[in-house]
């Protein structure tokens, strides 16, 4: 029989998250600091809206873009939020979380052999996704000593012929930096210049301590070369939700729905009801997050300076990504250890991408108790060692 399973798939290395989470499941008094998902409930309103949606019969298909009333709440919400204003009738998309969103844009926008830039350490998804859309992924590997944000001159050294897209994800994940206004527009002319396209992956938009979230699809020039893409699993406390969506010129946006039509329908629909409440009614509770996101991001740093472990300060998402190299092993080396020898999971930096190397990724999207106890089983680790 001729082999079933397609080489591209087959070549793709499975996430360097999901291994040790596997075993915490199956570890007693484990703990895990290293999952991105909000430990808050979805605010009760939103849960309402989605139980009385459904209590309503409103279980049927909606338009492949989504829910009218959603694209139309997403349009207002970004000009208030981000200055941005994508047309609700042919410029927005309600996806299945934001992980769609990042395949379907790849997938439209690539053809095999254009190189897809991405900044690393990353989020999981984007190398895979641009080789399952025959796209030759380059890493563009970023620095601790400059808070890993992209500069100008990295972005330069990394442009051939063949690149296409830049992929941005600021707020980031796993580092927590952040790109403000001033230094997203050095990168702008770069793009311009060279005729790339960016996908700014802003998922972590509303979660920012000290400053305001700034998209690159907000200066001149930028609108019709990015794709936007957002939802509702971080800052609405919404993952299991599985609502995303996209915002793009109309030209790339028609492939997009086109492809989604085909491999998805359409969103979630109790979720897209529930969603509109978010966006409509949700801000108080959003910012009472993020308070409570910032006081565990300060207790962190603080435990961290105490215990002499390097970490640089990140303005955004939920994530800490302090350094291990004082302690001589590999990233990989000092998670299994701690896991196995004191029951605390952390995600070691080189899931993220090769420039991880040397760091691990605690998330913050947990009570401060078990903060606590987390940093009680680190810090007798090291003292071990």
Same mark, same amino acid.
């Given at each position: 029989?001729?082999?079933?399973?397609?080489?591209?798939?087959?070549d793709?290395?499975?996430s360097?998250?999901?291994?040790f989470?596997?075993?915490v499941?199956?570890?007693?008094?484990?703990?895990?600091?290293?999952?991105g998902?909000?430990?808050?409930?979805?605010?009760?309103?939103?849960?309402?809206?989605g139980?009385?949606?459904?209590?309503?019969g409103?279980?049927?298909?909606?338009?492949?873009a989504?829910? #009218? /009333?959603?694209?139309? &709440?997403i349009?207002r919400? +970004?000009?208030r939020?981000?200055?941005?204003?994508? %047309?609700? @009738?042919?410029?927005?998309m309600?996806?299945?979380?934001?992980s769609?969103?990042?395949?379907?844009?790849?997938?439209c926008m690539?053809?095999?052999?254009?190189e897809?830039?991405?900044?690393q350490?990353?989020?999981?998804?984007?190398?895979?996704?641009a080789?399952?859309?025959?796209?030759?992924?380059v890493?563009i590997?970023?620095?601790?000593?400059?808070?890993?944000?992209?500069?100008?001159?990295?972005?330069?050294?990394s442009?051939?012929?063949?690149?296409?897209?830049?992929?941005?994800?600021?707020?980031?994940?796993?580092?927590?930096?952040?790109?403000? #206004? /001033?230094e997203l527009a &050095?990168?702008?002319?770069? +793009?311009i210049?060279?005729?790339?396209?960016?996908? %700014?992956d @802003?998922?972590?938009?509303?979660l920012?301590?000290?400053?305001?979230?700034?998209?690159?699809?907000?200066?001149?020039?930028?609108?019709?070369?990015?794709?936007?893409?957002?939802?509702?699993?971080?800052?609405?406390?919404?993952?299991?939700?599985?609502?995303?969506?996209?915002?793009?010129?109309?030209?790339?946006?028609?492939?997009?729905i086109?492809?989604?039509?085909?491999a998805?329908?359409?969103?979630?629909?109790n979720?897209?009801f529930?969603?509109?409440?978010a966006m409509?009614?949700?801000?108080?509770?959003?910012?009472?997050?993020?308070?409570?996101?910032?006081?565990?991001?300060?207790?962190l740093l603080n435990?961290?300076?105490?215990?002499?472990?390097?970490?640089?300060?990140?303005?955004?998402?939920?994530?800490v990504?302090?350094s291990i190299?004082?302690?001589g092993?590999?990233?990989?080396?000092f998670?299994n250890?701690?896991?196995?020898?004191?029951k605390?999971?952390?995600?070691?930096?080189?899931?993220?991408?090769?420039?991880?190397?040397?760091?691990?990724?605690?998330s913050?999207a947990y009570s401060?108790?078990?903060l606590?106890?987390?940093l009680?089983?680190?810090?007798?680790?090291?003292?071990?060692?």
């Amino acid at each position: 029989m001729r082999d079933a399973l397609s080489k591209k798939i087959v070549d793709i290395e499975p996430s360097g998250i999901r291994k040790f989470f596997d075993i915490v499941s199956e570890m007693p008094d484990a703990i895990s600091l290293g999952v991105g998902e909000p430990d808050f409930d979805t605010p009760y309103r939103v849960r309402e809206e989605g139980i009385y949606s459904l209590e309503k019969g409103r279980t049927f298909y909606t338009s492949n873009a989504g829910l #009218k /009333e959603l694209r139309d &709440e997403i349009s207002r919400y +970004i000009a208030r939020k981000y200055n941005l204003n994508y %047309s609700a @009738e042919d410029e927005i998309m309600v996806t299945v979380g934001g992980s769609e969103a990042i395949d379907v844009a790849l997938r439209c926008m690539v053809d095999p052999g254009d190189e897809v830039l991405i900044p690393q350490p990353c989020y999981v998804s984007y190398v895979p996704c641009a080789v399952m859309a025959d796209a030759k992924p380059v890493a563009i590997e970023l620095k601790a000593e400059n808070e890993f944000k992209l500069t100008k001159e990295e972005l330069i050294a990394s442009i051939t012929d063949k690149t296409k897209i830049l992929i941005l994800a600021y707020p980031n994940n796993p580092t927590g930096a952040i790109m403000t #206004k /001033e230094e997203l527009a &050095e990168l702008v002319p770069v +793009i311009i210049d060279n005729d790339l396209y960016v996908i %700014s992956d @802003e998922i972590y938009s509303e979660l920012t301590y000290g400053s305001r979230h700034c998209s690159i699809a907000s200066f001149p020039g930028m609108k019709e070369r990015t794709v936007v893409i957002n939802g509702f699993s971080k800052a609405f406390a919404m993952t299991g939700w599985r609502l995303g969506y996209a915002c793009a010129p109309k030209n790339i946006m028609t492939q997009m729905i086109k492809l989604h039509q085909f491999a998805i329908m359409c969103a979630p629909t109790n979720s897209q009801f529930a969603a509109v409440e978010a966006m409509r009614n949700c801000d108080d509770e959003v910012g009472k997050m993020v308070e409570a996101y910032d006081q565990r991001r300060r207790f962190l740093l603080n435990a961290f300076k105490e215990m002499g472990i390097e970490c640089f300060e990140p303005y955004g998402a939920f994530y800490v990504f302090p350094s291990i190299k004082k302690f001589g092993m590999t990233s990989d080396e000092f998670a299994n250890r701690l896991l196995f020898e004191q029951k605390l999971a952390v995600v070691p930096g080189t899931a993220f991408g090769a420039s991880g190397e040397g760091f691990v990724r605690i998330s913050y999207a947990y009570s401060v108790e078990k903060l606590k106890a987390g940093l009680e089983r680190i810090e007798n680790f090291i003292k071990n060692l």
